[in-house]
Every structure is written in structure tokens, then in C-alpha cells.
């Protein structure tokens, strides 16, 4: 039987990622133990590994594809085909960004004044990459984790991956600039793009996965309302929908039926003013998939 080998982040990404493969109709059964889960798919294989492994693996051909921040794949220089671009992270649906960070009490206040300095950093290859162009030389070590405590005894400044600053801030630190962006990316092995059956399956498996990610925060929302242009108009006004709402006519030819997705942090003050304007038979639900 033909088979996609899927590389699953270990860690930080791989609750998020087990739970929008679910939505996307691919379920995952994972042993504490084991790195191999099995799937409802015949066709696919699994493993989790590390994320920051993960492209080079992929561009190998060890794996067909996989999911992995950009971040790794520039940091390996990874030669592979990137297939969508994921907007969820481990807290949030927004890209992570790597920072350069300091002491609070520190007299450097941008990276040059880095020069001659230590860095500590997980991402060696994007740090020399970002002193390079800012005309910097400094010395970078590779940090094995606890990157944030390393400083000012250790190290001179770190650069770390961080979501909302928090734990940055916890450790007395302050951000003095953003070394890269990064987002969750599904990627393939360039050989298996060039394969016919694996590439239609990269592809629906990419398709759903994108679905399963664009409908996270949104929710749908039907409602009756009168056969009225005036009315459904100033309906309509209140939606903040990704698209112009479905109307459509229904038995009783003085009511019509409209359907729309929204935000779900919305609905709570959407719903009490529909309410207000006249809308009825309010119907919220859940959304596992969004293909535009």
C-alpha cells in the first residue's frame, strides 16, 4: 500500500498540532512511550520528533513531509518545499518571534553595541546570519535550554523565541530587537512533490489542515429574520463576517434565513444586539473546517 510519512513536532507544537489534525479529520492515538502514533489512515505514517530536526529530515526523504516553524527550516538551511503556512503556535494563532534581549539594568541598547560581546541562543545559524548583516561581530554559543537565566553572569544577551514576552520579563528582561518572525509551516520533501500520488496527498492532507487551522476562534451563526431590505441591511451592518452572509428565502415569504461566520469572542455582544434588531431562531456552532 502507498504511505506519506508525516513528521509530528514533539514538545511545544505537538498538543496544537494533534488537535487541528483532529479537526481536519486525521485522528491521532498517541501512547505515552511511543513516537510512532497510529491514524485512522491507512496511507499515513507518523512520527514525533523534534521540531527543530524536522526539516532536515523531510529534505533527506527520511520523511515525506512534516510540520515545523520557519525558523527551523532557515536555521537548518533546509532545501524543501514549503506547502501552507500555519498561523497557530503553542499559545496562540499568531507567529512566534525570536528576540534579541538584555538585562533590564544593561547599558547596550541595540545590537551594536553587542560587538565584541557573548550571545546565548538555540538558533546559532540565524544569530551569526542577523550580527553579519548589522555589521557585528560578537560570540555566539549554542544554548542547550534556560536560555533566560544565562545572563548577565554567563552571557551578554540571548536571543529567544518568545510569544508575549512574559517569560523574558520574569527573568528581568527587556527586548532590544526582532531578530526573525516565524510561523508553523507544513512542508514536503522535494523528491515526493515530484510524485504524482504523493503530492495529491500531501496536498488534501495540506487542504484540511489549512481548514482545520482557519476555523479556530470562529464559529457560524443562523438566524431568521424578516423579509425586509431595511431590516436585513441593518443586520448585516453588525456581522463581521469573513464573507457576505448566505440569505435565503424560506416557506413563510416574510422571513428569510441568514448564515454567516464570525469570530466566536464576538458572538457575546453580536447575538444580544441581532436579538435587538429583530433576528430570531439564533442558532451558534461549531466550526471544524473553513475552505475557502
Known amino acids: 500500500m502507498k504511505k506519506i510519512k508525516i513528521a509530528i513536532p514533539k514538545g511545544s507544537l505537538q498538543e496544537a498540532t494533534l488537535r487541528i489534525f483532529k479537526k481536519a479529520g486525521f485522528n491521532f492515538s498517541v501512547s505515552e512511550r511511543s513516537y510512532f502514533?497510529?491514524?485512522?489512515?491507512?496511507?499515513?505514517?507518523?512520527?514525533?520528533?523534534?521540531?527543530?530536526?524536522?526539516a532536515r529530515y523531510v529534505e533527506e526523504g527520511i520523511f515525506d513531509m512534516g510540520i515545523t516553524g520557519k525558523d527551523w527550516i532557515i536555521e537548518c538551511n533546509?532545501?524543501?518545499?514549503?506547502?501552507?503556512?500555519?498561523?497557530?503556535?503553542?499559545q496562540s494563532f499568531r507567529p512566534v518571534r525570536w528576540v534579541l534581549a538584555v538585562p533590564d539594568n544593561s547599558k547596550i541598547k541595540t545590537v551594536k553595541g553587542l560587538e565584541g560581546k557573548k550571545i546565548a541562543t538555540e538558533v546559532v545559524n540565524i544569530a551569526k546570519k542577523y550580527l553579519k548583516k548589522n555589521g557585528v561581530k560578537a560570540s555566539v554559543e549554542f544554548s542547550w535550554g534556560a536560555t533566560e537565566?544565562?545572563?548577565?553572569?554567563?552571557v551578554d544577551a540571548i536571543i529567544e523565541v518568545t510569544e508575549t514576552g512574559r517569560s523574558l520579563k520574569a527573568n528581568k528582561l527587556k527586548i532590544i530587537d526582532t531578530v526573525l518572525e516565524s510561523s508553523t509551516k507544513i512542508i514536503a520533501n522535494k523528491k515526493s512533490w515530484q510524485n504524482k500520488w504523493k503530492r495529491e496527498k500531501i496536498e488534501n492532507i495540506s487542504l484540511l489542515?489549512?481548514?482545520?487551522?482557519?476555523?479556530?476562534?470562529?464559529?457560524?451563526?443562523?438566524?431568521?429574520?424578516?423579509?425586509?431590505?431595511?431590516?436585513?441591511?441593518?443586520?448585516?451592518?453588525?456581522?463581521?463576517?469573513?464573507?457576505n452572509?448566505?440569505?435565503?428565502?424560506?416557506?413563510?415569504?416574510?422571513?428569510?434565513?441568514?448564515?454567516v461566520i464570525v469570530n466566536e469572542?464576538?458572538?457575546?455582544?453580536?447575538?444580544?444586539?441581532?436579538?435587538?434588531?429583530?433576528?430570531?431562531?439564533?442558532?451558534?456552532?461549531?466550526?471544524?473546517?473553513?475552505?475557502?
Not at 533546509?78 to 503553542?90: G, I, M, P, R
Not at 537565566?149 to 554567563?154: D, I
Not at 439564533?282 to 466550526?287: D, F, G, H, S, V
Open 37 to 54: 502514533p497510529s491514524i485512522d489512515d491507512e496511507e499515513i505514517e507518523a512520527m514525533i520528533i523534534r521540531a527543530q530536526e524536522i
Open 78 to 90: 533546509a532545501n524543501v518545499k514549503e506547502v501552507k503556512d500555519l498561523t497557530y503556535s503553542k
Open 149 to 154: 537565566v544565562k545572563t548577565p553572569e554567563l
Open 209 to 243: 489542515v489549512e481548514g482545520a487551522v482557519l476555523a479556530e476562534g470562529k464559529v457560524g451563526l443562523k438566524m431568521n429574520v424578516r423579509a425586509v431590505e431595511s431590516v436585513i441591511d441593518s443586520i448585516i451592518e453588525i456581522l463581521p463576517a469573513m464573507k
Open 245 to 259: 452572509p448566505t440569505i435565503s428565502s424560506l416557506k413563510d415569504k416574510d422571513w428569510a434565513a441568514l448564515e
Open 265 to 292: 469572542k464576538d458572538v457575546r455582544m453580536i447575538i444580544p444586539e441581532l436579538k435587538k434588531k429583530g433576528a430570531r431562531d439564533i442558532i451558534e456552532y461549531p466550526l471544524n473546517k473553513v475552505i475557502f
